[in-house]
């Protein structure tokens, strides 16, 4: 499969202090990629660094191998973000958000209206259309904005902790979703605390420590690093991130 995103040596300082250390690593499209790490690991800061929205101090970011830094217009036609907080125009109903998110990407007005149908029903949230987003639960903000994010078609669509504030049965249904779109041949970058999730659904799983990649690969990958051969997500995360920051990521990661 294509590469869909190439990170190399891409750092971020604030105050003097590294939030994220010359990370590098790739994602590949029909792939999810799992980005794992204690609070404060440097994950989101990476993932705005990726979309945008944060300027690199140093290193290249490179999306379906357009430069990122070079040309972030471009990139950003490629990329959907969702934050780990949902922002909505309040005052906007879901089906108004929709049409607003959709008319800044310039998708066409007959499109973005089928598109936004489909959303709204695949979510649960067609009998809301017409209701004021001030008014939703935190689980139904969550949903519209994944829509939003979803209505452009992104190739890459990152991520940054999706099941907050969802009830088992939606959980499920984003879950669906993100697989679908996957399957479909876009890339997704996961950061999520439910290891389970990402054990169960990630392609290739990346654990940052510090701001520096630890190790990344398969969950056999990890279990190999770790010397912890057929235990789960959790014990090789909780084993390796107790352990030194400086630890090596192994040869077959950058395969």
Not at 3 to 23: C, E, F, Q, T
Not at 35 to 59: E, Q, S, W, Y
Not at 106 to 125: C, M, Q, S, W
Request: overall charge neutral; glycine content about 8%; some cysteine.
């Amino acid at each position: 499969m294509p590469r869909a995103l190439k990170v190399d040596g891409v750092s971020k300082s604030y105050g003097g202090k590294h939030a994220v250390n010359a990370i590098t690593f790739e994602v590949k499209s029909g792939e999810l990629y799992a980005l794992l790490g204690p609070n404060g690991a440097g994950k989101t800061t990476t993932l705005r660094m990726i979309a945008g929205l944060l300027n690199a101090d140093a290193g290249q970011i490179s999306v379906f191998d357009v430069d990122a830094r070079k040309d972030p217009l471009a990139a950003k036609r490629l990329i959907a973000w969702l934050p780990d907080e949902p922002l909505l125009y309040d005052k906007l109903t879901a089906w108004e958000y929709l049409e607003f998110v959709a008319g800044l990407w310039g998708v066409d007005t007959a499109e973005a209206r089928n598109r936004a149908e489909h959303l709204l029903k695949i979510l649960g949230l067609w009998d809301n259309r017409n209701d004021r987003c001030e008014t939703f639960s935190r689980g139904m903000k969550q949903k519209a904005v994944l829509a939003g994010a979803l209505i452009h078609e992104p190739k890459l669509l990152m991520l940054d902790e999706p099941l907050t504030g969802l009830d088992a049965a939606a959980s499920r249904l984003v879950k669906d979703m993100i697989r679908q779109r996957v399957d479909q041949g876009a890339a997704v970058i996961l950061t999520t605390h439910i290891l389970d999730v990402a054990e169960r659904m990630a392609d290739r799983i990346g654990i940052i420590k510090d701001g520096k990649l630890l190790t990344e690969g398969s969950l056999k990958d990890l279990q190999s690093h770790a010397g912890a051969q057929g235990q789960s997500l959790e014990d090789v995360f909780l084993s390796l991130t107790a352990s030194s920051p400086a630890i090596a990521a192994p040869q077959a990661a950058a395969q």
